[in-house]
């Protein structure tokens, strides 16, 4: 397969990392194409004008819509997902539609996190791993040939969530010790290395693994080293493994009952706010809002993203496209000092 001829289809091209990977296709070479549903909203509108201006070829339809998927599959050789994990599952139907697109040469389902066959987490973040084991099994049993991303952490959505750089702070939040070591890849870097791998012989029914050794840090590493850079001593406040478990656990909590979840740095408090009758203040989050302290549990505090040791069988990203200058945590709090990450909303995961 040569990459500059292979044709890129994208879902969930408007996302978060969608909007990455396409730009990554396009500037590679590839024929680039995007499924997605019709828009009103201004903001999509004018995404999907830049893809055009760009050359990208924009298939409109829902996920749904059968007949519309297998259209647009039969005109590519790759099909890409970065759905967000609410449409995770959704991923069925693509496999579906791929079953009836013999011309598809790789599938790459909307992972970027952990590597799930080898990691575990507590209920609420593993509910979500095994949903991803469900669209790898999915894909296998189908016969279609993948590539498995373990892109780990976003370096840019993380920074800006442990450091606010856009922000003057005094006061950070640490979780539990904050000496786990985690693995956070700038999003440009991971939709590069997503478009090298999905064309790439080597790659084919592999998982590849995103761990450059510039990427891996702790959260005291980054603080540390956002100190020297900006010359300011922060306030740190640690946030127990006790208190983010038990905000992890799950009820089932009346439709009248509202929470809110404020972690007051100034004051070095937690606070669990309450409305409604039902379970008391102190105990814990509904489901789905304990899904996020679930991850934070498993990156910065469990660690599991350093959990296990890669050997010889495994492909790791860096060490098969040495080529590629990625963007090193370092780099990326060189870039936060002049011109920070915009804060965005982004898959928790």
Known sequence: MRSEKSKILVFGGRGYLGKYMVKASVSMGHPTYVYVRPAVDPSKLQLDHEFESMGVTIFQGELDDEEKMVAAVKQVDVVISTLAVPQHLDQFKIIHAIKQAPNIKRFVPSEFGNEVDRVSGLPPFQVLMENKKRIRRETESAGIPFTYVSANSFAAYFVDFLLHPHQTVQHVSIYGKGDAKAVLNFEEDVAAYTIKASVDPRTCNRVVIYRPPGNIVSQLD??????????????????????????????????????????????QTTYLYFHGSGQPSNCCLPFPENIPVAILHNIFIKGDQMSFELNANDLEASELYPEYKYTSVDKLLDICLVNPPKPKLAAFA
Do not use: N
Not at 242 to 256: F, G, T, Y
């Open 222 to 267: 980054l603080i540390s080293s956002w100190e020297k850079k900006t010359g300011t001593k922060l306030q740190r406040t640690h946030i127990s493994e006790q208190d983010i478990i038990k905000l992890s656990e799950s009820w089932h909590s009346h439709p009248s009952v509202t929470f809110i979840v404020w972690i007051d740095s100034t004051s």
